[in-house]
């Protein structure tokens, strides 16, 4: 697992050596790919303010060159981020980050030509991946409403067959999926999962900003 956490983190500071200056027009076109109610972050993030401590992110993530390929997701406000082997909230619109994250490339094993474009890419055709990208985002995004709806998610998600990254290669799976668990009253599941996140990533379980996520998890669980 440790090894394609870090194949992942190679890809991302490779593609980041590629940035390169977005036109306005392409910027504008992008936004077409969101749906309504989002607040655009940066050139290609945008997240949504919370609904019942979730919080949806539309990104287009920069690929090997000039690619840009469409993920989106949810980010859970009383869900730490992990980073660099620590922890630290992720409770505002710049900071949200995701929790589990739907990227077509994981399915598909190689970048999808509906969701992906290039950056000298025409605008009719960046136009036509940004409405193909709304229409699967807006579905995947608007399904869920509700705590209950978005462990469900992790479920089904972990049930899927990938040909890139399954859940069990995201960083924050474990995390995330146990204290949504805890929230939602199973307590003993919870409880081991966030036990393995801390063996495998070697985090104190007495860590302060876990603590205070478990407590809001489970003072979530007491009030639904």
Partial sequence: MLSNLSFIAGIILFGRNYMRELSSEFLQALQEAVPTGFNRISERRWVSDPQNAIRRI???????GTQYSARWGFSIDFVPRLRS??????????????????????????????CSLTADAEIRHIRRVAQGVKNAASSDLSSIQTIDDLL?????????????????????????????????????????????????????????????????????????
């Fill in 85 to 114: 082997g620590r922890l630290s909230w992720k409770r505002t619109l710049k900071a949200a980050d995701f929790d589990l994250s739907i990227d077509p490339i994981d399915l598909e094993g190689s970048v999808p030509d509906w």
């Fill in 152 to 224: 469900d998610l992790f479920q089904r998600r972990s049930a899927m067959t990938f040909r890139r990254f399954g859940p069990a290669n995201y960083i924050q799976t474990d995390i995330a999926w146990g204290l949504l668990q805890l929230a939602a009253g199973e307590v003993a599941e919870g409880s081991d999962r966030l036990a393995r996140f801390c063996e495998a990533f070697e985090i104190d379980p007495n860590n302060s900003i876990l603590t205070k996520a478990q407590a809001e998890a489970l003072e979530i669980g007491n009030v639904t």
């Fill in 58 to 64: 539309v990104e287009f993530q920069v690929l090997k």
